[in-house]
């Protein structure tokens, strides 16, 4: 009984065939393997499909990669192939746009006082095959814990010509500007919803990690440097950083690709008995295991590469798939239906509508962070109505 329950879960939640291609493609982007081209070799490829899959989850330059690999007359017709090309260089234009902004940008935050840490972005980017090729967001920056350096840091960028954004909240300690048409967001605090015992204990961890200077690390971008928060911090902080916005709100390949990517690179730099204590104390060992097993059976990362993988979990990575896919990169496929003008309350109620079907698909997994999620999600909309009439 129990083996036809598991076969039909496993069947529920089948991936489709262009689905399956294009964790394929991504698979020899990230790893450099070989691709099974028996997956392609049908004549029953929608391109089209595939090309609307990489920008929903954002890993158009990995597949790039991974198609300039495929003997000719399996890749995309001339009028598609290109369409892949022509996204990839925007994103290595963007890429090259911003490893030029940020070390400047940082020297200007030094002549202030102020020694800002970069985090996630382009600082995850580096462990990439090709960093270029990571479709960039935001550049997010730890400016410390201090209002006064957060306030500071606020004044230098201002006198830089940025212009502030709709989603800076202060009393976060956080502040959104828009800098040579790019987001830099400001963090003088990091606020993440996963459960409990995360809220209980990450804000204390944190400081602890990041509280000695000599534990930041320098990364260089061509003849600059970037500062990077230590790996014991980051090991972490990707990871909830990404659990955040699958419980939250929708999570997409490439975080989950920034999360492979940073353990496999810096594998030989992290204190596994450390990052296991980590995982445990911060109570989430549950969501590591299940994104650990997606991240090998799903994405064809090496197991030796990722502590606390367990083979019995396995079975649900169909479903966090089917997540992954139903909502896009942090959410894209739900912005999308979202309402960003007229009536407050309208807005609010179109998003808690289209929220209620995220939190119902990840409560059979993971019922206790869905129900926590799901209460801090209803009082911070209350409040933000309240702050707002």
Known sequence: MCSLFVDFIVFLF???KSQSQLLELIKAGLWRKPLDLTLFDSGQVD?????SLCDQQTVTGLV?????TMPKELRPP????????????????ENRLLYDVIPNLICEFKKDGITPIVLKGQGVGLCYPNPYRRTSGDVDLLVGFRLEDYDT????IERLGGKIGEKTKDYRKHAEY???D???ELHGDIQLTICKNFDNHFHEWMIKCLSKEENVRKKSVDSLYIEMPPCRFDAIFIFAHAMNHYLTSGLGLRQICDWMCYLSKNNDKIDLNQLKQDVEFLGLTKLWKYFASLAVDGLGMNKELIPMYDVKFSVHSGRLLH???STGNFGYLQRKKQIYRGNILVKKTKTLYGQLFVYWDNLWLFPTETFYCFNHFIIKGFKDLYRRT
């Open 153 to 156: 840091a606020k004044r230098t």
């Open 47 to 51: 391109w089209y499909e595939i090309l």
């Open 178 to 180: 828009t800098l040579r």
């Open 14 to 16: 089948m991936l489709t």
């Open 64 to 68: 790039t990669d991974a198609l300039s």
């Open 323 to 325: 997540h992954i896919f």
């Open 182 to 184: 790019i987001i830099v």
């Open 78 to 93: 001339k009028s598609i192939f290109f369409q892949f090309i022509k996204k990839t260089s925007e994103i290595e234009k």
